[in-house]
Every structure is written in C-alpha cells, then in structure tokens.
C-alpha cells in the first residue's frame, strides 16, 4: 500500500545542531508539505514543494531549509537547532496542489534541549 | 488573507449527545475548499471532508454530517450520538487559490466524549 512516513519518530537534539528530519512517500504524489504543531497555534506551515526542484517558504520557514531532489522525498534541515524549534512535524503530500486534500504522515516529534 | 476560526477550544460530551464544532473562514477568493481533519490521541492526522465554494449541499457519512453554509462563511461538523472513539482534536482547514493553495489551519478543537 502506498504511504507517507517519517523518520526518525522521535529526536532530541542539542541547542545548535543540524538536524534533519526524513519524510517519504510512495504514492508518486507532486506536492509535499512541512507543518509544525503546537499548543495553541495547531498547524502551521513550514516549507512546501510543488515538484522537483521547487520549494517554496512558508508562514513559519525561519531556520528551517527544505530540498527536493526527487518526488519521494522531501528533508526538513534545521539549520542551527533552537530550543523555539521543540515541536511536532508532519509532513503531508498531495497529488496536486488544487482542490483536493493532503494526507499527513504519523509525525516525528522534536526536543531541543 | 485566508483564516480559519475555531472559537471552541474544547468540548465535552457525555456518550450519545450530539455535539456540533463550529468552523468560521475568511477568504476573499471566489475559488476555495474547506477540509475536516480527526487528530485522535495517537496523534496522526485523518482526513474526513473536503468542500469546495460552488457546493453548499450538506454531506451526511454515518454519524458525521457538515453544513456548509457561504452566508455565513461557516462549515461547521455536527456528531449525532457521540462516542468514546470521537475523543480527538478536529482542524478546520482551508485552501484558496489566491494563496497558491496552501492549506491554512483553524487551531482545533478538543472534543472529549465521556461514557
């Protein structure tokens, strides 16, 4: 069956650090999307990517940076990792980017200690 | 700008009520759609509705129904006989094509239904 996953689910890293987060899907879809949750702000938009090569800034991009290089995939980098950036990621991808829902991936959640 | 509005930040329900959660959005496009997403305890996110601007009809799916209503600029998710298994976080989302369609959230209410 085709999916969306996330690795690593959970990752505690060090004020400072590059951390990359992998996210991959199967279902051949053009678009993919980078969200952050948190309490009291829900889901906000990082980074999205209608097709190789394109990348795209969100409401919320500040010290994050994204590359698409194919179509399965699409890795969140934290450049310099801030205690700001403990949170929840979910990546999503869509097959195009009009009317038609995203399907999320189970999340990998992020402390930066 | 586009914006979701989920004035309810948490509910709770006793097993069997019905329980309405109310989305308001703004958007000055013509062309849009709305979307219902179900985050249930284990965190993953599914998704349950899509709604485009040029369909008002309501949609009923067992228990669950939506009313899109553009007089209003609502499209609020009605639960009939609720149970336990509908404890989670609901997002409202919205899609214009006036913002290359991204996919904007409302900040989610939790419904927690009690036996």
Redesign the interface.
Known sequence: DAEITQSPRHKITETGRQVTLACHQTWNHNNM?WYRQDL??????IH?SYGVHDT?K?EVSDGYSVSRSNTEDLPLTLESAASSQTS?Y?C?SSAW????????G??TRLTVT | AQKVTQAQTEISVVEKEDVTLDCVYETRDTTYYLFWYKQPPSGELVFLIRRNSFDEQNEISGRYSWNFQKSTSSFNFTITASQVVDSAVYFCALKERGSNYKLTFGKGTLLTVNP
């Open positions: 999307f009291g702000h829900g889901l906000r938009l999205y795209n969100g929840v979910f999503a980017a009009g009317g038609i829902e995203q399907y999320f189970p999340g």
